[in-house]
């Protein structure tokens, strides 16, 4: 059984920084693909960052390209996501995911195995 929790969420005024870690119980991330999504009320779940298992490609949706950055810490069994010149329309749920198929899109949410329960981020104007 594989746990993510997350942390670092809040709320912060637009144009400040924040981030988030995801952590896990049963499972190192050294050798998966790790990733985060996001989902704002009313909308579907959104692909936000995704890094591959060897941490040598990072993949990010169009909306935070520039602005968030995905890495991880083998040693510690962590990942973050920096999240830099944020915006109102960044306020969601932000989920970590863990584990999908090496053939698998990373924008496809039915690709991950494990999710995290999700940390609120709001950003006020």
């Known amino acids: 059984q594989v746990t993510l929790v997350e942390s670092g969420g809040g709320l912060v005024q637009a144009g400040g920084s924040l981030r988030l870690a995801c952590a896990a119980n049963?499972?190192?991330?050294?050798?998966?693909?790790v990733g985060w999504f996001r989902q704002a009320p009313g909308n579907v779940r959104e692909f936000v960052a995704g890094l591959s298992r060897d941490g040598g490609s990072t993949y990010y949706g169009d909306s935070v390209k520039g602005r968030f950055t995905i890495s991880k810490d083998n040693a510690k069994n962590m990942f973050y996501l920096q999240m830099n010149s944020l915006k109102p329309e960044d306020t969601a749920i932000y989920y970590c995911v863990a584990d999908k198929g090496s053939s698998d899109y990373y924008f496809t949410a039915a690709a991950w195995r494990h999710w995290g329960q999700g940390t609120q981020v709001t950003v006020s104007s």
């Open positions: 049963g499972r190192t991330f050294g050798n998966i693909h």
